[in-house]
């Protein structure tokens, strides 16, 4: 019990009471100052006003609400005034505020900041496209740190609506193919069609007829300028069918065409095809040693392909490390020559790899199953979110990336929703499977029976080999089923699955057996798995910790004996800027590779089936670094990867390249860069100047103020009023539709994020039906309130001293007694 003084100063008080006890105790030989000093003490602690804090669970029959409702411009397209509606019929039942969002902006982010922790529930009533303010996805992670509710409310979609845009970069090189991607996205998920028109420099480069069924669809293509300066390219739609807005359908991309970078490649063969590839793409310098740090001080990138550690000297080494620091890139490419075959192991030049040069632990050999409870007592009781938000927790572990990953939904029978097992370790999987589990509703006529849930885990799991990892995630209710859960559980131990059990709290009876004791806790004591037992609350989420996996050294040894094995290639991380414009996909094999082991912090792009690094990226100081631990695709011996340097998988070199150079533009003269923009969003604007001098620059004719903001460093903001292209003294920018009506329809991507925070998800009719019975249920939480333990103190003084009274008067009447004895005998002798 944790004891606190609302008062403390009043303790001072006992200092006299000690002095006068002691002066006291001086005078006298009896108890009866101890006593009195003993209730002075407790008469002073109580003046001190001792509280202690006590866990209780309270909930609200009218639980406060926030109705945040998106009535910005791109809301036109759902029906009008389900904000409105739904407000007005909580209000009349719970206090409720109403929050209105209107204008050009979406700032929901902002919203739910503002109320998360006060106490109320937040209802967003909106697309769930957030494009001002603080970003949604932090703002809901902080919602949930903050145990507050987060509702969405999806309108009903009345009117579809189409909407463009171009990707792809604004500074491109000169004669080079530039890759670009037109974005075409549609409100509904129906079928759509409409006529693409692309133009090139205000002249038509394409035009075709597209149809859709998706919400969204890339359209790639490309395009070389031979001209240095600047250039457009402007894109409309001419929908066919319904479109609400077309003030989306046209978009425009300035682009700055640059000379080709200078890089240096060192290399025993140039005319491999990593180097003819960098030839075509850019203004390539090579030498078969390193030349020095004057040679290379106008080179945006240094590749060093296949080099033997003893080929660079410690000042080589020190030069390249301040080259890259400065801002500069650098890319190593592999071979039989390098990296663990190159005694690059503890040296110098490993300090500026994202790799260490020895065997990459193994972290394959993971199969996990989660086991959701998805029956109608979940709905029932308010649990479907946190099953689902836990789930998704789960599969977000970092030590999972690497795991196959199956899930299972139960109520009366077990159904596999990821069809299978999956691999985490590509991004678009584990999206998948997070899309897959926040769309799981309960069949209303099903019952709950986890031992058909662990019969279909079984059966996936019979026929794996390695870590077999079981997570069963429900309210608990499982009194129907208990029985044959805990056969199947034993059935699925023999097997060596690790067992584990998150049960969310809840209001379900059918937890509890006759003697008030859980089901799930049963179970698990059953099996001897206490340890593996979670019962947490709404709103938490269980933190399961997974080892490492290490791979058995005979393995290690069998893979050593094999050469020329064939090892298919994954993008471990589609995103970045290297991979992202491969499609998720690299077609065939590689046959070798240099066995190494990414440090902290450093990023896998590209991977073999077996979990090897080929392409590691990291940051170090300004500069890019690029470890490519496979050949150059000649490989002077043995011949490792020829198949990344044609077709579309040439795409990652020529991504790689760009990425380590960076900014491909000449570090002289007077240097702009400024992205496009939106209407009515700003643009900043970076002028570096090289040369001495003040920049005096004009946005289509009129002066702008640069301010200095570092070192030859000027920046200002502009932000053009009408739409369209723009000039800064020969430098391009474009203006765009407002950024509101970029992104139309509902945005999915918000809605395991909701569930995570212990809400839910409702259309507009559900939303009427269940969302204060389901706000109700949420408010029950635990509270620590101060108790007054002052009476109590009191109390304890009041008997102490009524004892000390009691006790003193038994002996005043015992000797009073005795003495009246003693006279009495004394009266009789003399008689």
């Known amino acids: 019990m944790n004891v606190s003084l609302e008062q403390p100063e009043m303790l001072l008080l006992v200092i006299p009471v000690i002095l006068a006890g002691f002066y006291l105790l001086r005078n006298t030989k009896t108890k009866l100052v101890e006593w009195r000093m003993l209730v002075a003490f407790l008469l002073v602690l109580a003046l001190a006003s001792p509280v202690s804090l006590v866990t209780n669970v309270v909930s609200e029959d009218n639980p406060s609400l926030v109705v945040v409702?998106?009535?910005?411009?791109?809301?036109?397209?759902?029906?009008?005034?389900?904000?409105?509606?739904?407000?007005?019929?909580?209000?009349?039942?719970?206090?409720?505020?109403?929050?209105?969002?209107?204008g050009d902006k979406t700032s929901l982010g902002d919203a739910v900041l503002q109320y998360s922790g006060s106490g109320s529930q937040v209802v967003l009533v909106t697309d769930g496209n957030n494009n001002a303010g603080k970003d949604l996805t932090e703002a809901l992670e902080f919602a949930r740190e903050t145990d507050t509710r987060v509702y969405l409310v999806e309108p009903e979609l009345e009117v579809n609506d189409l909407s463009v845009q171009v990707l792809g970069d604004k500074t491109v090189v000169v004669e080079n193919d530039n890759e670009f991607e037109i974005l075409v996205s549609q409100a509904s998920e129906g079928r759509t069609s409409y006529f693409l028109k692309v133009y090139v420099d205000g002249e038509l480069f394409q035009s075709r007829r597209f149809s859709q069924e998706t919400r969204e669809m890339t359209i790639p293509i490309t395009r070389a300028f031979g001209t240095l300066g600047a250039h457009n390219l402007r894109v409309v739609i001419e929908p066919d069918g319904e479109d609400l807005n077309d003030i989306n359908n046209e978009f425009y991309k300035a682009l700055y065409v640059v000379p080709k970078p200078k890089i240096t490649l060192v290399t025993d063969e140039p005319d491999s095809?990593?180097?003819?590839?960098?030839s075509n793409l850019y203004e390539v310098s090579v030498v078969n040693d390193y030349p020095g740090a004057d040679k290379i001080e106008d080179s945006k990138a240094l590749v060093l392909d296949n080099r033997f550690i003893n080929t660079l000297s410690e000042k080589e080494v020190k030069e390249i490390k301040t080259y890259v620091s400065d801002g500069n890139g650098l890319i190593v490419v592999g071979g039989e020559g390098a990296y663990n075959y190159g005694n690059y192991l503890n040296s110098s030049l490993e300090a500026l790899l994202p790799v260490i040069s020895k065997p990459s632990e193994f972290k394959g050999g993971r199969n996990i199953i989660l086991i959701l409870d998805v029956s109608p007592s979940t709905d029932a009781h308010g649990t479907l979110g946190d099953i689902l938000g836990n789930a998704i927790f789960i599969l977000r572990n970092e030590n999972l990336k690497d795991a196959n990953a199956g899930v299972i939904a139960f109520g009366s029978t077990g159904v596999d929703v990821s069809d299978g097992f999956v691999f985490l370790g590509l991004p678009r999987?584990?999206?998948?499977?997070?899309?897959?589990?926040?769309?799981?509703?309960?069949?209303?006529q099903s019952e709950t029976y986890l031992d058909q849930g662990l019969k279909t885990a079984k059966e996936m799991l019979e026929t794996e080999d390695g870590e077999l990892d079981a997570i069963v995630i429900t309210d608990g209710g499982i009194e129907d089923s208990y029985g044959q859960s805990l056969a199947e559980a034993k059935e699925l131990q023999e097997l060596g699955v690790q067992f584990y059990f998150i049960h969310i709290r809840s209001t379900a009876p059918s937890q509890l057996d006759p003697t008030r004791n859980f089901y799930a806790e049963k179970l698990m004591q059953e099996l001897g798995l206490e340890e593996n037992y979670f019962h947490i609350d709404m709103g938490e989420r269980a933190n399961i910790e997974f080892d490492r996996i290490e791979k058995p050294p005979e393995e290690e040894e069998e893979e050593e004996d094999v050469e020329l094995d064939a090892y298919p290639?994954?993008?471990?991380?589609?995103?970045?800027?290297?991979?992202?414009?491969?499609?998720?996909?690299?077609?065939?094999?590689?046959?070798?590779?240099?066995?190494?082991?990414?440090k902290a912090g450093a990023e896998r792009l590209i991977i073999t089936v077996t979990g090897k690094p080929v392409l590691t990226t990291w940051r170090f100081g300004l500069g890019r670094v690029a470890a490519l631990s496979t050949d150059n695709g000649e490989g002077g011996g043995r011949l490792w990867a020829p198949v990344l340097y044609s077709g579309e998988n040439a795409r990652l070199i020529s991504g790689m390249s760009n990425w380590a150079i960076g900014n491909p533009r000449a570090e002289e003269g007077a240097v702009l860069d400024g992205p496009d923009t939106w209407l009515g969003t700003p643009a900043e604007l970076t002028l570096i100047m090289y040369e001495e001098g003040v920049p005096k620059l004009k946005l289509d004719g009129e002066p702008l103020d640069f301010a200095l903001t570092g070192r030859n460093i000027y920046e200002t903001t502009v932000s053009p009023d009408t739409p369209g292209l723009h000039d800064i003294s020969g430098y391009p920018l474009a203006v765009n539709y407002p950024l509101e009506f970029r992104d139309?329809?509902?945005?999915?991507?918000?809605?395991?994020?909701?569930?995570?925070?212990?809400?839910?998800?409702?259309?507009?009719?559900?939303?009427?039906?269940?969302l204060?019975?389901?706000?109700?249920?949420?408010?029950e939480r635990e509270v620590q309130e101060p108790m007054s333990l002052k009476m109590y103190v009191l109390l304890a003084a009041l008997l102490l001293y009524l004892s000390e009274i009691i006790v003193r008067r038994i002996r005043e009447m015992?000797?009073?007694?005795?003495?009246?004895?003693?006279?009495?005998?004394?009266?009789?002798?003399?008689?």
């Open 69 to 102: 409702s998106d009535e910005t411009g791109s809301m036109s397209i759902f029906q009008e005034g389900t904000g409105t509606d739904l407000y007005e019929a909580l209000t009349a039942k719970t206090p409720t505020t109403f929050i209105q969002l209107t």
């Open 273 to 278: 095809p990593l180097g003819q590839i960098l």
């Open 429 to 444: 999987n584990l999206e998948t499977l997070e899309e897959d589990i926040s769309q799981l509703t309960p069949d209303q």
């Open 569 to 598: 290639l994954l993008v471990y991380s589609p995103n970045h800027f290297i991979t992202r414009n491969v499609d998720g996909n690299v077609t065939g094999m590689i046959t070798g590779y240099n066995d190494v082991t990414p």
């Open 744 to 770: 139309v329809g509902i945005n999915k991507e918000v809605e395991p994020l909701v569930l995570a925070t212990g809400g839910n998800i409702y259309d507009a009719r559900e939303a009427r039906a269940l």
């Open 772 to 779: 204060l019975k389901d706000a109700r249920q949420n408010s």
């Open 814 to 831: 015992r000797r009073l007694r005795k003495l009246q004895a003693v006279q009495a005998a004394k009266e009789a002798a003399g008689e």
